[in-house]
T-cell receptor, first 111, second 109 residues
């Protein structure tokens, strides 16, 4: 039982490049989330999903897109990376409206 | 959006003492709250939760108190240990959860 895993762990991008972050969970959770964490800002919700095939915007969705084609996977895409998207990205999942299980994070730097 | 804030950004305690971490929230309709612990370089980890129909909930060495009148949460850690050193976040509501900026707890041996 791996819990929540994230790929990759580290990435450096140049401004304008695109990339996809992958989140996978093996707990059969319905809800999945993408957060970003910046120094002094705490965790901010980017997008979330309440089930396979559904997505919704969170607090800071601009510049990101997501897809939940399979229940166990939640993908976060950056179409044209900007330096302001330099951050640590966390994926989380939960069974319902309750305790979230977090992945180890992806550290992204945009130059 | 909703705001969740913490009274103190840092807290230092002696090993063996009790720790109290505070959190204020602004949405009086919030009905569910969670405390998370985040160690350096790791993702947040669930500690304890509480629903708005409760005032207090206890776990192993931790207690969460909820005061709905003043919209305040606190996390009490008994007999604080060096392994408790971390950043502690409170989060309110769901499915969108709003996190505070965190309190950094340092345990002095």
């Amino acid at each position: 039982n791996a819990g929540v895993t994230q790929t990759p762990k580290f990435r450096v991008l140049k401004t304008g490049q695109s990339m996809t972050l992958l989140c996978a969970q093996d707990m059969n959770h319905e809800y999945m989330y993408w957060y970003r964490q910046d120094p002094g800002m705490g965790l901010r919700l980017i997008h979330y999903s309440v089930g396979e095939g559904t997505t919704a915007k969170g607090e800071v969705p601009d510049g990101y897109n997501v897809s939940r084609l399979k229940k166990q996977n939640f993908l976060l895409g950056l179409e044209s990376a900007a330096p302001s998207q330099t951050s640590v990205y966390f994926c989380a999942s939960s069974l319902y409206y309750n305790e979230q299980f977090f992945g180890p994070g992806t550290r992204l730097t945009v130059l | 959006g909703e705001s969740v804030g913490l009274h103190l950004p840092t807290l230092s305690v002696q090993e063996g003492d009790n720790s109290i971490i505070n959190c204020a929230y602004s949405n009086s309709a919030s009905d569910y709250f969670i405390w998370y612990k985040q160690e350096s370089g790791k993702g947040p980890q669930f500690i304890i939760d509480i629903r708005s129909n409760m005032d207090k909930r206890q776990g192993q060495r931790v207690t969460v108190l909820l005061n709905k009148t003043v919209k305040h949460l606190s996390l009490q850690i008994a007999a604080t240990q060096p392994g408790d050193s971390a950043v502690y976040f409170c989060a309110e509501n769901g499915p969108q959860f709003y996190f505070g900026t965190g309190t950094s707890l340092t345990v002095i041996p």
